[in-house]
């Protein structure tokens, strides 16, 4: 529990979790970096654990951390996924704009009027 408080309070992250009614419903936790393929900071999902059937939490929770990144700077976030699909479901991902390039997935920050 420690761990996670003290990586909460990080500025380089944030660590968001989903709870109702007792149940853990999901949570995410966003890493920020600079890059110099990137003007600025970079935000990078590093772990998006949803219930096991995405929901629209699931959907709500990956599209808050997307906006908290952009209010940060971000012009992009990106995942990287791997074998563990609990750890980071792709479904999620996909209906929340992220798009598959190589073995990233990626999704613009921009401000839409």
């Known amino acids: 529990m420690q761990y996670w408080r003290r990586l909460a309070s990080d500025p380089a992250h944030d660590f968001y979790v989903v709870e109702h009614q007792g149940a853990l419903h999901g949570m995410v936790l966003v890493s920020y970096v600079r890059t110099l393929a990137h003007l600025g900071w970079l935000a990078v999902l590093d772990l998006a654990v949803t219930s096991t059937t995405p929901t629209d939490i699931s959907f709500a929770l990956i599209d808050f951390a997307k ?3 952009r209010k940060r700077g971000c012009q992009r976030m990106v995942a990287y996924p791997c074998t563990n ?3 980071m ?3 999620p991902l996909l209906e929340t704009g992220f798009l598959r390039t190589g073995d990233v997935f990626s999704c613009p920050l921009q401000d839409t009027p």
């Open 67 to 69: 906006a908290r990144a």
């Open 89 to 91: 479901p792709l479904t």
């Open 85 to 87: 699909s609990e750890r």
